[in-house]
Structures are given as structure tokens and as C-alpha cells.
């Protein structure tokens, strides 16, 4: 799904917004990790009159010079780090030995990376993800990511003849789109859904719900057993749930109910659709929620899931990956989707939200930007994906880069779970477009799950957001 402008002719510049934002984390630039970076981007970087391309050649065909650095940025979350230190960036010094890799990982990208933008010291590679992710919109809008077409039409490491976008899932290069240009590689499969024990769920005879009349029973069920059904964690992890509700609001009144919402579109979330879903979340919110989980981060929910303390969880499939320390050995993740909501449902019970995530970019203002669009290349290859794979346990966006792999038990859920759900499979932007959009419904959905509104009221409050974003002519909009 491509993004285009809402209008043709407006302009992605420097809105008052980013200027704004800039100039509050300008004060930031003499922080310790901020510092600690940019000591790295200027070691070693060369002169500032060194050029930034190299010669063109069959093994550099993007032309980048060979003697520079790069500086990398991992977020440290659910996929952890060692991907990078142990696959990816050792294949970028194997394919330019002259030149070095300088690696740091961040469970808080903004913190670290905003201070080093202000700066004009940004790293040239980032993995821009978790709570404290940088804004892509507003990233787009101030020019700061470089635009990955040169990358895209660049000859395959695997394949001369081929080009890096034809080796690519459908998809993916579209939803790192915005306004028909991509800047983010969104590079792993991902799928979201209800996780659970099949251990837990052999052991009690409980089955996975199809319909809303099973899930309540479901949940019934396991409260009787002692064990709480449902949670997520409120303190930082809201945006697990509201991606349930508006799952279920897809499934009740079609995809084009998230396109919409995206869009900006007047009243979109007042629709029908999405007050029943928040309205039967509510229910499980009010009945059957793991006490306590407001306050809790989700590191904290997820374990108390691992010590069959809590039955059902909404994640996506990193799940597996990042709970592997705490998880039994025989616990067996596996997914559930999302149960029909009612019997009228547009969509069937296996209807899902896929898409390809985890969002990758390029800093354009960064001293070796063609180096960070390299090292992506040699991400992009067939070794990168089946090490990236073997190392976190979940499949990318890289063809046949999973062949002859066996997967966990949570994954090949999921796997067979996509399956399933055949052409029913839709995904939703709005979150990456707009972080003060995303900021809201996560408040709202606490404020919904935990009982302190009604659905009437977080549609009305999560609109009353959307409408003054559209109406901000300093915010830059993207449509689907």
C-alpha cells in the first residue's frame, strides 16, 4: 500500500512542528550517550572535505567509499542486538574490510539518536522502534532519511541480474512509503494476534476461541481455574491493545475501516464498527484483566504469562524471541487470532494483521549515508535474512531466505495462522505517521480497558485527536 501526498503539490519541508522539536532536544547534545555517539561519528569519519562515493564496481555498486565508518543503531528490544554484531555487521566488514562498523544498541532510540540529528552528528544506520522511537513523519517532513530507491535499484548480493526491490515480500517496499518515496525498510514478517501456552491449554482442556460467546467462556473458564485470562501492560505497551480493538473493528466492518482511520477520514473512528469492538474489549477489560497490569511494563506481564500466571496476551510474534531467557522449555507459544466479535462479522475469525515491521532507515545528513544504504543492501541479501532468522527466530522480508529453516513452535503459529487467514490479511499506518496520534489512543485504551471511560468516550477522545492533526497545517499528511 503506497503513500501518497494528500495533496500533489504539497511540500515535504520543515514544519513549525519539527523546528519545534528540534530546537527541544538541541539542549540534549551534551548528554553522556549522546556524546559517546557522536565521539564515534566524528572519529574516524574523515575530513569534512572527504568525499562521501567511492568507485562504482560489481562489488560496490553503489559506489560507497570503502575507507569510511559507519555507525550503527540497534534498539535492544524484543529482537535484541546480536543479529547485528554477530550477521549483518560482520558481512559488511567482510565486503569492505577497510572500512569499520561502530556499533550501539538503545532500548530509548530518541533519547539517543535526536541529540546526534540536532547535533549534525547523526548515525548513518538506524533501527528506529520501541516505546521511544523517533517520529517517522516528522522525520520525512525535516529530510532527515534518505530516500532508499538507489538501494532498491541496486543489483542483489545474491544476484547481479536482479534488483535489491525484486527480492523483496510484496509489500514491504510500499509500506515504508511515504508520499510515493520509501525511507524506512520495515524488514521483519510480522504477525499480531492473541498468544497462549499450549502447554498451559493441553494440560487445563481449554481451547482457542473462534467466536466472542468462546472467548468470554474461555475467560470464564480460566478464572474459575485460578489463573487470570487477559492482560497487557498499561505503563508502556497500551498500543498492544488498541491494535486488538481495532482488529476486531476490521473483522466486524471490513478492512477499509483501518484505510480510513489512517486517512484521517471525518468521523473514522466514530464508525459503528470501532464502538463495538471497544465496547466488547471493555467487557474483558472490566471482567477478566490481570489485576494490576496498568502499572506493570511488559517484560513484567510477559513473565507472569511464562509462569502460567496469565493465560492470554496480545503481541506480535517477537514474543517468542524476547521472552526466550524466562520461557520454560515446554511452554509452547502459540497464536491466537482475534475471535469474531459478532455473527455478522465482514471478516472471518482467521482474518489477521500482517505486515512487514520493524522499521529500518538511513540518516540523510550522515557522514557516510551511502555506507548505511550498504549495509542494508548486505541486510537485504539471502545470508542476511537466514542469519537474522536462525539468530531471533523470526522470518524477514527477504525471499527464499527461510528455506529449509525450522521454526519455533510460536512462530510456525503464526506462520500457519497467516496461512490460514488466506487474503484476509490487512495492516494499519497511522501510528508511524503520526506519534501524537498513536500517544492518544494508547492513553485512551487504558483509560477504556481499566474502566475509567466508556467506548462512546475513547472513539470521541481518539477522534477529537485525529481531527486536530488534520486540521494542523504544520503536521505533513499521508494517505493510503
Given at each position: 500500500?503506497?503513500?501518497?501526498?494528500?495533496?500533489?503539490?504539497?511540500?515535504?519541508?520543515?514544519?513549525?512542528?519539527?523546528?519545534?522539536?528540534?530546537?527541544?532536544?538541541?539542549?540534549?547534545?551534551?548528554?553522556?550517550?549522546?556524546?559517546?555517539?557522536?565521539a564515534?561519528?566524528?572519529?574516524?569519519?574523515?575530513?569534512?572535505?572527504?568525499?562521501?562515493?567511492?568507485?562504482?564496481?560489481?562489488?560496490?555498486?553503489?559506489?560507497?567509499?570503502?575507507?569510511?565508518?559507519?555507525?550503527?543503531?540497534?534498539?535492544?528490544?524484543?529482537?535484541?542486538d546480536?543479529?547485528?554484531?554477530?550477521?549483518?555487521?560482520?558481512?559488511?566488514?567482510?565486503?569492505?574490510?577497510?572500512?569499520?562498523?561502530?556499533?550501539?544498541?538503545?532500548?530509548?532510540?530518541?533519547?539517543?539518536?535526536?541529540?546526534?540529528?540536532?547535533?549534525?552528528?547523526?548515525p548513518?544506520?538506524?533501527?528506529?522502534?520501541?516505546?521511544?522511537?523517533?517520529?517517522?513523519?516528522?522525520?520525512?517532513?525535516?529530510?532527515?532519511?534518505?530516500?532508499?530507491?538507489?538501494?532498491?535499484?541496486a543489483?542483489?548480493?545474491?544476484?547481479?541480474?536482479?534488483?535489491?526491490?525484486?527480492?523483496?515480500?510484496?509489500?514491504?517496499?510500499?509500506?515504508?512509503?511515504?508520499?510515493?518515496?520509501?525511507?524506512?525498510?520495515?524488514?521483519?514478517?510480522?504477525?499480531?494476534?492473541?498468544?497462549?501456552?499450549?502447554?498451559?491449554?493441553?494440560?487445563?482442556?481449554?481451547?482457542?476461541?473462534?467466536?466472542?460467546?468462546?472467548?468470554?467462556?474461555?475467560?470464564?473458564?480460566?478464572?474459575?481455574?485460578?489463573?487470570?485470562?487477559?492482560?497487557?501492560a498499561?505503563?508502556?505497551?497500551?498500543?498492544?491493545?488498541?491494535?486488538?480493538i481495532?482488529?476486531?473493528?476490521?473483522?466486524?466492518?471490513?478492512?477499509?475501516?483501518?484505510?480510513?482511520?489512517?486517512?484521517?477520514?471525518?468521523?473514522?473512528?466514530?464508525?459503528?464498527?470501532?464502538?463495538?469492538?471497544?465496547?466488547?474489549?471493555?467487557?474483558?477489560?472490566?471482567?477478566?484483566?490481570?489485576?494490576?497490569?496498568?502499572?506493570?511494563?511488559?517484560?513484567?506481564?510477559?513473565?507472569?504469562?511464562?509462569?502460567?500466571?496469565?493465560?492470554?496476551?496480545?503481541?506480535?510474534?517477537?514474543?517468542?524471541?524476547?521472552?526466550?531467557?524466562?520461557?520454560?522449555a515446554?511452554?509452547?507459544?502459540?497464536?491466537?487470532?482475534?475471535p469474531?466479535?459478532?455473527?455478522?462479522?465482514?471478516?472471518?475469525?482467521?482474518?489477521?494483521?500482517?505486515?512487514?515491521?520493524?522499521?529500518?532507515?538511513?540518516l540523510?545528513?550522515?557522514?557516510?549515508?551511502?555506507?548505511?544504504l550498504?549495509?542494508?543492501?548486505?541486510?537485504?541479501?539471502?545470508?542476511?535474512?537466514?542469519?537474522?532468522?536462525?539468530?531471533?527466530?523470526?522470518?524477514?522480508?527477504?525471499?527464499?531466505?527461510?528455506?529449509?529453516?525450522?521454526?519455533?513452535?510460536?512462530?510456525?503459529?503464526?506462520?500457519?495462522?497467516?496461512?490460514?487467514?488466506?487474503?484476509?490479511?490487512?495492516?494499519?499506518?497511522?501510528?508511524?505517521?503520526y506519534?501524537?496520534?498513536?500517544?492518544?489512543?494508547?492513553?485512551?485504551?487504558?483509560?477504556?480497558?481499566?474502566?475509567?471511560?466508556?467506548a462512546?468516550?475513547?472513539?470521541?477522545r481518539?477522534?477529537?485527536?485525529?481531527?486536530?492533526?488534520?486540521?494542523?497545517?504544520?503536521?505533513?499528511?499521508?494517505?493510503?
Open positions: 500500500m503506497s503513500v501518497t501526498p494528500e495533496s500533489p503539490s504539497q511540500p515535504i519541508g520543515l514544519s513549525r512542528r519539527t523546528m519545534l522539536q528540534r530546537a527541544a532536544v538541541a539542549g540534549l547534545v551534551a548528554t553522556p550517550a549522546a556524546g559517546l555517539l557522536a564515534c561519528a566524528d572519529s574516524g569519519s574523515g575530513d569534512e572535505g572527504t568525499s562521501n562515493s567511492g568507485t562504482v564496481s560489481a562489488t560496490n555498486p553503489l559506489g560507497i567509499p570503502e575507507d569510511k565508518p559507519i555507525n550503527v543503531v540497534i534498539f535492544n528490544g524484543g529482537y535484541g546480536k543479529y547485528a554484531t554477530d550477521v549483518h555487521e560482520p558481512m559488511y566488514q567482510k565486503a569492505f574490510p577497510k572500512s569499520e562498523v561502530k556499533h550501539q544498541s538503545s532500548q530509548a532510540i530518541s533519547t539517543l539518536v535526536q541529540p546526534l540529528i540536532a547535533g549534525g552528528n547523526p548513518e544506520f538506524v533501527n528506529n522502534s520501541g516505546e521511544k522511537m523517533m517520529d517517522f513523519g516528522a522525520l520525512v517532513a525535516d529530510g532527515q532519511l534518505h530516500d532508499l530507491t538507489p538501494l532498491l535499484d543489483p542483489s548480493v545474491d544476484d547481479p541480474n536482479k534488483k535489491v526491490r525484486d527480492t523483496l515480500m510484496p509489500g514491504t517496499i510500499e509500506a515504508g512509503s511515504f508520499n510515493g518515496k520509501p525511507y524506512v525498510l520495515y524488514y521483519v514478517s510480522t504477525v499480531y494476534g492473541i498468544w497462549y501456552s499450549g502447554k498451559l491449554f493441553t494440560d487445563k482442556g481449554w481451547k482457542p476461541a473462534t467466536t466472542w460467546s468462546e472467548f468470554t467462556a474461555l475467560c470464564e473458564e480460566i478464572k474459575k481455574a485460578g489463573v487470570a485470562p487477559y492482560a497487557y498499561g505503563a508502556n505497551a497500551a498500543y498492544y491493545q488498541w491494535n486488538i481495532l482488529t476486531s473493528a476490521a473483522k466486524i466492518g471490513g478492512a477499509d475501516i483501518l484505510k480510513n482511520i489512517d486517512n484521517l477520514e471525518d468521523g473514522a473512528w466514530k464508525v459503528d464498527a470501532v464502538k463495538q469492538a471497544a465496547e466488547a474489549w471493555a467487557e474483558i477489560g472490566a471482567k477478566y484483566n490481570l489485576q494490576g497490569a496498568e502499572g506493570l511494563k511488559h517484560t513484567d506481564v510477559q513473565l507472569k504469562q511464562n509462569q502460567y500466571q496469565l493465560a492470554m496476551y496480545p503481541s506480535g510474534d517477537w514474543l517468542e524471541n524476547e521472552q526466550k531467557k524466562d520461557t520454560p515446554d511452554f509452547k507459544y502459540q497464536l491466537m487470532t482475534t469474531s466479535v459478532t455473527t455478522s462479522d465482514k471478516l472471518k475469525s482467521t482474518a489477521l494483521r500482517a505486515a512487514a515491521g520493524e522499521g529500518y532507515v538511513v540523510a545528513k550522515s557522514r557516510n549515508p551511502k555506507g548505511g550498504e549495509y542494508m543492501r548486505q541486510m537485504l541479501s539471502k545470508a542476511g535474512g537466514k542469519g537474522f532468522t536462525e539468530t531471533v527466530k523470526a522470518p524477514t522480508v527477504v525471499q527464499g531466505s527461510t528455506q529449509g529453516l525450522t521454526f519455533t513452535p510460536g512462530i510456525q503459529s503464526s506462520q500457519d495462522a497467516l496461512k490460514a487467514a488466506g487474503q484476509e490479511v490487512f495492516n494499519l499506518y497511522f501510528d508511524g505517521w506519534k501524537d496520534l498513536d500517544k492518544e489512543a494508547r492513553t485512551a485504551t487504558n483509560e477504556l480497558m481499566f474502566g475509567r471511560i466508556k462512546d468516550a475513547f472513539v470521541e481518539i477522534q477529537k485527536k485525529a481531527d486536530e492533526i488534520k486540521k494542523d497545517s504544520s503536521v505533513t499528511k499521508f494517505k493510503r
